[in-house]
């Protein structure tokens, strides 16, 4: 069939493949909580998902020349030759793509045998060979769910492949210098749907299905059974076409090839497959998904054909009201200075860095709380000279935002002392807690613009260099349980930038 060649470029790419990718799978080092972006299955570990297989057994013929439908005959008479004795042999490669599935690509080689007196009077004996790619689905995981029975496997496959036979159906007891019949390898007689081959093989599509229970005895070895049952697409794999006493073509016993493109009356023929496998586990630190169905990717890699991938992922931890206490405890930061946070004499200076802690109201101090004489600073300055760190505060009266006159001198020497300097000034506004947090921000932000328009008015030549902010009631600098705490929080405070 002209479709053979492209079957067969098909199953070479797949092995290919498969061969490609087992030098990339030996690198699988378990990584704990690490994505896995090249993994066809879900979760951040690795795993190990490459094996390989033996297996060997007696593979049993079921078609025309079968003496029984089940047990095969071990009689040796005048009317049957013993159908015992087949032996069989398979390789697989085997990937597993998930947990629940995987693919493998299978090579068997082995003989088969048969016999079968009325109508038939013959006997066969066939070499074949057979490549076949097969989908796996891990039943025990379906069904019984992968925390129970983590050391067993039970896969379902099928797929398809190509089976190459030689079959000669003899006479049973025959008396004959030449007892063949029938054979499929004569000349000209290997065809693939009537298609002429140059090889003696003849050639047919296969159709396997079948189960395959391992059991993990080693991080490294399995031990298992295949049952299969192959489906070959024709019925002469026993060299006979099948049929009933009418069947003149049997009945006489046709010696030659009788490979032509003909359909007797029987069932196509199919083989199966009882075998004992051993599975070598590929992959670095393999270990066994283990009696205790305690997972630890730290201990190594498991194999994705025993271990599930959500089974290594740690459910996150719900903490108790205690253990959230205990863990704010052991976090809590250090109780910072509290005289960072007071400012006793509002000057803007807090009292840890205060070195002159009780300057009269309204003084113009250093940036160390010192005070200074302002006037003489204005007076003595050169032009365009750098600045120097200085903190002053405006107060106000309850809910305004009107400046006092007691500010008014001190805010005019502040203009002059912009004016000769390239010095910027910050706002800052502040609020009692006598209000809401809205209206609060709304009052300090009226403070800071009614100082900033007051030494706009008194001649600042560049409004630009003045920076605002307000705080509302959220940066108090005393107690505002007190009258004296309240009036020292309803302020502005000025601090020279360079």
């Keep these: 069939m002209k479709n053979f060649n492209a079957l067969q470029c098909l199953l070479s790419l797949a092995l290919g493949t498969l061969l490609t990718g087992v030098v990339s ?11 896995n972006p090249n993994a066809l299955y879900e979760g951040p570990n690795k795993l190990n998902t490459w094996s390989v297989s033996v297996s060997a057994g007696s593979p049993q013929f079921f078609g025309d020349l079968r003496q029984y439908d089940f047990w095969p005959t071990g009689e040796n008479s005048d009317k049957s030759v013993s159908e015992r004795g087949a032996f069989g042999a398979s390789v697989y490669v085997n990937k597993q793509l998930s947990h629940l599935f995987g693919a493998s690509l299978i090579g068997d080689i082995g003989t088969l ?46 797929g398809a492949g190509v089976m190459w036979f030689k079959s000669i159906a003899y006479e049973i007891n025959s008396t004959r210098a030449n007892p063949i019949k029938r054979f499929t ?22 159709i396997p299905i079948g189960l395959w229970i391992n059991y993990e005895l080693t991080p490294r070895f399995d031990l298992g059974i295949d049952l299969g ?34 359909k007797g009356l029987s069932d196509l023929d199919k083989w199966g497959k009882l075998a004992i496998s051993v599975t070598y586990k590929l992959g670095k630190n393999a270990i066994s998904a283990g009696k205790d169905r305690i997972y630890d990717p730290a201990r190594g890699t498991y194999h994705l054909r025993y271990v599930d991938p959500k089974l290594l992922i740690k459910p996150p931890k719900i903490l108790t009201i ?18 960072l946070l007071l400012d006793s004499d509002n000057d803007g200076v807090s009292d840890f860095f205060d070195k002159q802690p009780n300057t009269p109201p309204g003084s113009i101090v250093s940036g160390s709380g010192e005070a200074i004489d302002f ?66 921000m709304g009052l300090a932000e009226r403070r800071v613009q009614s100082v900033k328009k007051y030494l706009i008015n008194a001649g600042l030549n560049n409004p630009a260099r003045i920076i605002t902010d307000s705080f509302g009631a959220f940066k108090p600098v005393a107690d505002n349980a007190s009258r004296e705490g309240l009036r020292k929080n309803r302020r502005v405070e000025l601090r020279f930038l360079p």
């Design 25 to 35: 799978a030996q690198d699988t080092t378990s990584t704990t909580n690490r994505y």
């Design 113 to 158: 045998k048969g016999t079968k007196y009325r109508i038939y009077n013959s006997y066969f004996k066939a070499d074949y060979r057979q490549l076949t790619l097969v989908g796996k689905a891990n039943l025990k995981s379906l069904f019984f769910g992968s925390r129970k029975l983590n050391r067993w496997k039970f896969d379902f496959y099928t």
């Design 185 to 206: 390898n004569g000349d000209g007689s290997a065809q693939f749907y009537g298609q002429n081959s140059p090889s003696n093989w003849t050639k047919e599509l296969v």
């Design 229 to 262: 049952l192959n489906n070959v697409n024709t019925e002469k794999l026993d060299a006979t076409v099948g049929g009933d006493a009418s069947s003149a073509y049997d009945l006489t016993g046709n010696r030659g090839d009788i490979y032509s493109y003909r």
């Design 322 to 339: 205690e253990e959230i206490d205990s863990v704010a405890k052991a976090n809590r930061p250090k109780d910072i200075d509290p005289r």
């Design 375 to 440: 006037e003489k600073i204005v007076n003595n300055i050169i032009p365009g000279s750098g600045c120097m760190e200085i903190f002053a505060n405006v107060q106000f009266d309850t809910d305004k935002s009107i400046i006092l006159p007691q500010y008014q001198e001190m805010l005019n020497r502040i203009v002059e002392l912009m004016n000769r300097t390239p010095c910027r000034l910050q706002l800052t506004g502040h609020a009692d807690r006598r209000a809401s947090d809205r209206y609060n």
